[in-house]
């Protein structure tokens, strides 16, 4: 595909799942917040290569396909899907690597805002003395 046609693609992909309203860029690729980025620093990622690995996510990773929620997957799914979607993808070392923390801090992420809306569920719903 030339490059011209591949920008229109995927303009026309964005756009149209922005006015579909059924699934939001973030609800595919939650963006980078204070969560993210302090999971990231735990693992010596920074905000930025966080960024980076959402924008490949968004963009070389839907060359062929439009990319699926992130969190539709678990870490051991996609431990196995990432390395043969990279190599699809011919990403770098350093792409790979950007790709695959940020795909483990949303997971990270989800994973905490779970436990927490189960902690609050619990007070919630626990008999008061
Ligand atoms: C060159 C085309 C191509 C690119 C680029 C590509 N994919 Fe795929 N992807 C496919 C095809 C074809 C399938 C379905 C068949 C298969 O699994 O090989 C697929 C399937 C998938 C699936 C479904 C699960 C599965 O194992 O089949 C996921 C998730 C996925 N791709 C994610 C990604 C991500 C993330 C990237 C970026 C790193 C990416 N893809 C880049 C072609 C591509």
């Known amino acids: ?4 046609t591949k920008a ?3 303009t026309c992909f964005l756009s149209g799942i ?3 309203g059924c699934a939001t860029i973030n609800d595919l690729a939650p963006q980078i917040n204070d969560t993210t980025v302090r999971l990231g620093a735990m693992r010596k990622i920074n905000a930025d290569q966080l ?3 959402r924008s490949i ?3 070389q990773c839907a060359r ?3 990319p699926e929620p992130v969190t539709r997957y678990s870490l051991q799914q996609w431990n196995t899907i990432l390395p043969r979607m990279c190599d699809k993808a011919e990403l770098n070392q350093s792409e790979r690597a950007m790709l695959a923390a940020y ?3 949303v997971l990270e992420a989800e994973r905490q805002s779970n436990v927490q809306t189960d902690a609050e569920m619990r007070t919630v719903h626990s008999p008061s003395n």
């Open 1 to 4: 595909m030339r490059m011209r």
């Open 8 to 10: 229109i693609v995927l």
């Open 18 to 20: 922005v006015i579909s």
């Open 51 to 53: 960024e980076q690995g």
């Open 57 to 59: 996510y968004l963009t």
């Open 64 to 66: 062929c396909h439009s």
């Open 103 to 105: 795909v483990e801090i």
